[in-house]
């Protein structure tokens, strides 16, 4: 069965750094395109980053609130999948998942709540 | 970025009626529209990919259709356990973006 398993959320003061990270298995990781989004309690779901396969280039793309400061990175090797969160900012509390799929989000993780908070 | 309005925002059912979630999006998104559940303190679920393909494991009692800039989500037969919040999404162009939601609610 496909698993994804998020984990390093926490508490952060504004300004400070975070990565999260996502264990995949199941399914052929390196094929796979493989997201971040989000969600802030009580909210809706956004999306945040986007990063493609090898024969891709390993492509990313990002949602304007977080470009340059988050960073989605991927080790096929591993199956895992990072979001580097720099300079965070108190509406970048949310619910993490990490999903994986074509244009849609096929799979979803449980999710790990980044809080950020002075 | 494309817009996705999905209304009404609330419904309330009652158990065995056949209902229909609408979306539509400020320009077309061809058929590149997906509809997830969201049950309280879980993750999102997809129900329906491309406007219209079931996926395995979903109750055949959800079905999709449309194309372009509008699209529904029936529900034929709601049973109690279909009470969520449910959202639609695009993904026919960067940045990938979500409706609001729909919140399923027993009458």
């Known amino acids: 069965a496909v698993q994804l398993v998020e984990s390093g959320g926490g508490l952060v003061q504004p300004k400070e750094s975070l990565k999260i990270s996502c264990a995949a298995s199941g399914f052929t990781f390196s094929n796979a395109a493989m997201y971040w989004v989000r969600q802030a309690p009580g909210k809706g779901l956004e999306w945040v980053a986007r990063i493609r396969t090898k024969p891709n280039n390993y492509a990313t793309y990002y949602a304007d609130s977080v470009k340059g400061r988050f960073t989605i990175s991927r080790d096929d090797s591993k199956s895992m999948v990072y979001l580097q969160m720099d300079n965070l900012k108190t509406e970048d509390t949310a619910m993490y998942y990490c999903?994986?799929?074509?244009?849609?989000?096929?799979?979803w993780g449980q999710g790990v709540m980044v809080t950020v908070s002075s | 970025d494309v817009v996705l309005t999905q209304s009404p925002a609330t419904l309330s059912v009652t158990p065995g009626e056949r209902i229909s979630l609408s979306c539509r999006a400020s320009e077309s998104v061809d058929t590149y529209l997906h509809w997830y559940q969201q049950k309280p303190n879980e993750s999102p679920r997809l129900l329906i990919k491309?406007?219209?393909q079931s996926i395995s494991g979903i109750p055949s009692r959800f079905s999709g259709s449309g194309s372009g800039t509008d699209f529904t989500l029936s529900i034929n037969g709601v049973e109690l356990e279909d009470l969520s919040i449910y959202y639609c999404?695009?993904?026919?162009?960067?940045?990938?973006?979500f409706g609001s939601g729909t919140k399923l609610e027993i009458k």
């Open positions: 491309y406007a219209s």
């Open positions: 999404q695009q993904g026919n162009s960067l940045p990938f973006t």
């Open positions: 999903t994986a799929g074509g244009t849609g989000f096929d799979y």
